[in-house]
């Protein structure tokens, strides 16, 4: 399995952007569907979207129109475009390929 490393976390004000990364210690076009999970302190784990290794891609109702997943093959890395971010968007982020990885902090708050 490959190790998968996110980044891009951090505090953001409302209505704010951030991009998060996850970089992939193997080829990641082969990998059928990368995705991107969150979750909130004292929540369950939760799908935000992923993308299948032909670029299709699904949202979460929650964050349709706000997020935008993608990956780079040639950079073995995942992204995930955040824009309009709302506090209740605060999260750990995840990104699973055939692993988890270690996670990345967001905090909307102003």
């Keep these: ?3 998968l490393v996110e ?3 951090g505090l953001v004000q ?3 952007s951030l991009r998060l990364s996850c970089a992939a ?3 990641i076009s082969s990998i059928y569907i990368m995705a991107w999970y969150r979750q909130a302190p004292g929540k369950q ?3 935000v979207a992923f993308i299948t290794n032909g670029g ?3 949202y979460a109702d929650f964050v349709m129109g706000r997020f935008t997943i993608s990956k780079d093959n040639a950079k073995n890395t995942l992204y995930l475009q955040m824009d309009s971010l709302q506090p209740e968007d605060t999260a750990v982020y995840y990104c699973r390929g055939g692993s ?3 996670g990345t ?3 909307v708050s102003s």
């Design 56 to 58: 299709n891609t699904n």
């Design 100 to 102: 988890w990885g270690q």
């Design 45 to 47: 784990r939760e799908l």
């Design 14 to 16: 409302p209505g704010g």
């Design 1 to 3: 399995q490959e190790q």
């Design 25 to 27: 210690s193997r080829n």
């Design 7 to 9: 980044s891009g976390g």
């Design 105 to 107: 902090e967001v905090t």
